[in-house]
């Protein structure tokens, strides 16, 4: 009779904290059905070993020396689109939150949660699945709420919106700050601030952040493109 057995997850940790590190490997070792190949102290040793050693999963922090874990994780997606991050943080506030599922992140979840709840989140997402803290999905819903019931004529703004404001409204989507986008564009700094305060402007956001979500929203825009 032949068993089939099903190969462990492989996993990258990043984060600049030796004794997170260790800590999630020593979970992930106690439950079963991963390896962890590498640890990285900063995002630019997680954008090296990513590369190197292609790892089916990253669990990535935020906030690290070098490069922080949203730059980190764009590199690793530019090279790798089809790379699987999950953020892990102790950072649940909003800008942070919504820049890690502009830039791919396929999942985001706080390090006081439960170990039980972070290793089905592994598993998930490296089935495919999304994963998010409860309270942070919550948030995420509430912010697509207040978008959908915006006052009424936000249809025609959007209409209004020139060629070039819109090539920058769908890089802010993706993620983009605002040297990314000059550079992509052949603009200056300078002008992609000021088509993006037009872009604020006629779409009544205050920041890129409910700019992405209105982009998103409409469908001008997608999580999933490149």
Known sequence: MTVTTTPPIRILIADDHRLIRHGLAA????????????????GRQAVDLARRLMPD????????????????MREILTA????RVLMLTMHSDDANLFAAIQAGAKGYFL???????????????????????????????????????????T?????????GEMDVLLLVARGADNAEIAARLGLSV????????AIYDKLRVNNRTQAALEALRRGWASLDEG
Do not use: W, Y
Request: charged letters at 25%.
């Open 80 to 83: 790798n689109p089809a790379a």
């Open 27 to 42: 979970i992930c070792r106690t439950k079963g059905g991963f390896t962890i190949v590498g640890e990285a102290e900063d």
């Open 190 to 197: 300078g002008t992609v601030g000021n088509r993006l305060s």
């Open 155 to 163: 249809e025609q703004d959007l209409e209004s919106l020139t060629p």
């Open 57 to 72: 999963l990253i669990v990535m922090d935020i906030q690290m020396p070098k490069l922080d874990g949203i730059a980190a």
């Open 111 to 153: 390090k006081d949660g439960d170990a039980d709840d972070l290793v089905a989140g592994l598993r998930a997402v490296h089935r495919g699945e999304a994963l998010m803290d409860p309270s942070i999905a919550a948030r995420v819903m509430e912010a697509f709420r207040r978008l959908s019931t915006a006052v009424a004529g």
